[in-house]
């Protein structure tokens, strides 16, 4: 009534005048909301926490340092012998730490796999140094990239060897990466044919398939598996002749 006693408000009238988020009331701010205007506690706090955290500075320095953890502990035991305990220990950190960048053991190495494809792929891409060498040249600059990275990276090598017969996705990983490695070989092999460098009976697809295994599975031997008596003096010369011979390839 006007003029009368003012009317109580009920409960939802009292929440309908709330502050908006972020608002003072009373000398305190309301918790930051979700798009949906819901405040975010217990696990779905974490979670939020987890996403804000994994997107700053310091979270990218955090799961390369456990990254970087994972991978000396797996070149020092194994895959096998490493648990998760074992990595936070090793890096001082709690496990809801590691759980914030990673869920299990398995996306940590698969992770460390796909590093070590991604420094391949460059390694074995054209340069600049490639240009004015011949194609017998350039061959052997790509050859010799891949062989200091197969080398520098020997003991992560092995372990992909030996997870990928435990884990699919490692495996799926190998496999593609093996697959683009042929193509890009067997562009390359068509490439000299059509410029009338290399051997054109030979089946472009099929030999570069062929020099992917030889050079892979020699480099593994050679630094992973321990023939040391069968490594030649200089692996780059040998696998270079090997590839010249098997495409004819000649220079301009």
């Not at 701010?29 to 996403?51: D, E, K, Q, Y």
Request: charged share 25%.
């Amino acid at each position: 009534m006007y003029g009368g006693s003012p009317m109580k408000a009920s409960p939802r009238d009292q929440s309908a005048r709330r502050p908006s988020p972020g608002e003072p009331d009373g000398g305190e701010a309301t918790p930051p909301r979700t798009r949906g205007g819901w405040v975010p506690t217990g696990t779905a706090a974490s979670r939020r926490n987890a996403h804000e955290e994994r997107g700053t500075h310091r979270g990218k320095n955090t799961r390369s340092a456990i990254l970087a953890a994972a991978r000396a502990l797996f070149e020092e035991r194994g895959y096998v012998d490493v648990s998760i305990e074992d990595i936070v220990t090793r890096l001082g950190v709690s496990r809801g730490t590691f759980y914030t960048y990673f869920s299990t053991k398995s996306d940590v190495f698969r992770e460390l796999s796909s590093q070590v494809r991604v420094e391949i792929d460059s390694a074995v891409s054209t340069r600049a140094e490639d240009a004015n060498v011949g194609a017998i040249g350039a061959l052997t600059n790509s050859n010799r990239r891949y062989v200091e990275v197969y080398r520098a990276h020997a003991r992560m090598y092995g372990l992909i060897e030996q997870v990928a017969t435990m884990d699919p996705e490692v495996h799926r990983q190998r496999l593609e990466s093996r697959r683009a490695n042929v193509e890009r070989v067997a562009a390359t092999i068509a490439r000299w044919q059509r410029r009338g460098l290399a051997d054109t009976s030979i089946d472009a697809t099929t030999t570069a398939s062929v020099l992917v295994s030889l050079t892979s599975n020699s480099c593994y031997w050679w630094f992973v598996g321990g023939d040391v008596a069968g490594r030649p003096d200089d692996p780059v010369a040998a696998i270079t002749d090997i590839w010249v011979r098997a495409t004819g390839l000649r220079d301009e």
